[in-house]
């Protein structure tokens, strides 16, 4: 079996539509909606086209959770037992295992909220994050990044569930949100114990991270304003193990995020509106 | 038959085309049983994409003025591209509700952007039941999850969505009453207005 399986090479059937990323950053719609005023980016029952958008957000988390399952799942085989102890494959065997109910949870979650599979598309910028050919470097990407976003996701999910008294969303969010916190705190147990002679490589490691992260933020998407849909989950990331400072850091990491793409949306509007002057 | 006016005209941002969405509202009004005698102006709002759905359907001075973002034709797997079905399926549901409207059932509704979504969503169901019931390919559940967000995750409010989504004859007053029986009524009312997507 192909060893390091690029993001192009995963498997879907039919119903899956993957979107392309220059589809979304050449749409001329997107800096005329950033400077319009569509309500509240923080989920709410309130908030225009509540049900819509959470049912976009639902399909998006279930295609993430396939994600992760490759990623943990391509760790378990990419690496020989002296790059990977066979004991983080187990963690990951582990991982995978959780991965696979959250998939299944969240289809039962899309059913519930009406919806179904493949009714939006699928980007697999997450995977990405889980080809680096470095072990510590994956597990930085896909242990701390990618399920550290995904503490945050399903924490904006279960605080939505609790506000709109809808149970099964609550509670099912809450049970993922504790594996998840699970799987930051075993990459970032791996992570220590994979560098400890080597700090060199451990700061290179977070280095990637921090870039994964700023690419994670999505111009916005994640935040502790109301500008953005999902908020940053502090106190469960300090239960997976993250410090404050990382915390802090992350914030303004996201901050930084949310302030270029209002600038990108501005200079684009402005050269939108310069061009059709010009036709 | 009723005269049909759509803007844009022509559509500049998005792949969507005047000529051909009249078309399902003429085939759709049939299909509803619409008066041929009322004209309809329908505003597609071209800037506006998935999931920044919604669509207001009013009367005024005798027309029927529908608004609606283009989010909702949108084909939801091919970015700025229309969506026949879907469109078809929207306006069945406009179309249902401006006609109500145009009755007497409906005569003491206010404008789409003063109704409550507890209000809204309780119509909605009403007409959303209906067009199934014309043939089209209506979602239960997802109207059902909608409902619940106003109405509340309860035994009561499911009821209530029951009885709506299988009504064929329901006045303005019935769906007020509903809204009291689910409590939607005594929720607080929220800051940001129900047409905010119309707004710009």
């Known amino acids: 079996m192909k060893k390091m399986l690029p993001e192009s090479e995963l498997a879907r059937d039919e119903r899956f539509v993957r979107t392309k990323i220059e589809d979304r950053i050449f749409d001329p719609r997107g800096p005329k909606i950033a400077q319009r005023n569509t309500g509240p980016a923080r989920m709410g029952v309130d908030r225009p086209a509540a049900g819509e958008r959470s049912r976009s957000l639902m399909h998006g988390i279930f295609v993430g959770e396939i994600q992760a399952l490759e990623g943990a799942g391509r760790t378990c085989y990419d690496f020989d037992d002296a790059e990977a102890p066979f004991q983080l494959k187990l963690d990951m065997a582990r991982q995978c295992w959780d991965e696979s109910r959250h998939c299944e949870i969240s289809v039962k979650l899309g059913d519930h909220m009406g919806t179904e599979i493949g009714e939006y598309t699928e980007s697999t910028f997450l995977f990405a994050a889980a080809c680096n050919p470095d072990p510590v470097f994956r597990l930085c990407g896909v242990n701390r990044a990618l399920e550290g976003l995904a503490i945050d996701v399903f924490k904006s999910m279960k605080d939505f569930g609790n506000e709109s008294g809808d149970p099964i969303l609550e509670f099912c969010e809450d049970w993922m949100l504790a594996d998840e916190v699970t799987h930051v705190k075993m990459g970032s147990d791996w992570l220590r114990r994979l560098t400890e002679t080597d700090p060199e490589r451990r700061e290179r490691a977070l280095e990637f991270q921090r870039t994964v992260d700023a690419i994670f933020n999505l111009g916005g998407f994640r935040g502790e304003d109301d500008d953005n849909p999902v908020q940053l989950a502090r106190d469960f990331r300090r239960l997976a193990g993250f410090t404050e400072e990382e915390n802090d850091s992350l914030a303004e990491l996201a901050r930084r995020s949310t302030e270029e793409a209002r600038q990108m949306a501005e200079m684009a509007t402005a050269a939108l509106d310069a061009s059709a002057q010009n036709t | ?200």
């Open chain 2, 1 to 200: 038959m009723s005269r049909i006016t759509i803007t844009p005209d022509p559509f500049t941002l998005i792949a969507y085309d005047g000529a051909e969405i009249t078309a399902i509202i003429e085939d759709v009004a049939a299909l509803v049983d619409f008066p041929r005698d009322v004209d309809i102006d329908l505003e597609v709002d071209e800037e506006l994409f998935a999931p920044l759905t919604g669509h207001l359907s009013d009367v005024v001075d005798g027309r029927v003025r529908l608004w609606i973002s283009g989010g909702n034709f949108e084909d939801s797997r091919l970015p700025r591209q229309f969506a026949p079905h879907q469109a078809r399926d929207d306006l069945a549901v406009m179309l249902l509700r401006a006609k109500d409207r145009l009755s007497d059932d409906f005569a003491a509704a206010p404008p789409d952007a003063s109704l409550s979504r507890g209000e809204r969503t309780a119509w909605d169901t009403y007409a959303v039941g209906r067009a199934g019931r014309l043939g089209l390919p209506m979602r239960r559940q997802r109207q059902l999850y909608d409902f619940r967000l106003q109405h509340g995750f309860t035994d009561i409010a499911d009821a209530a969505f029951d009885r709506l989504w299988t009504a064929e004859h329901v006045t303005w007053d019935g769906i007020r009453e509903i809204c009291k029986e689910t409590g939607a009524t005594d929720r607080d009312t929220s800051k940001i207005p129900v047409d905010l997507l119309r707004q710009k």
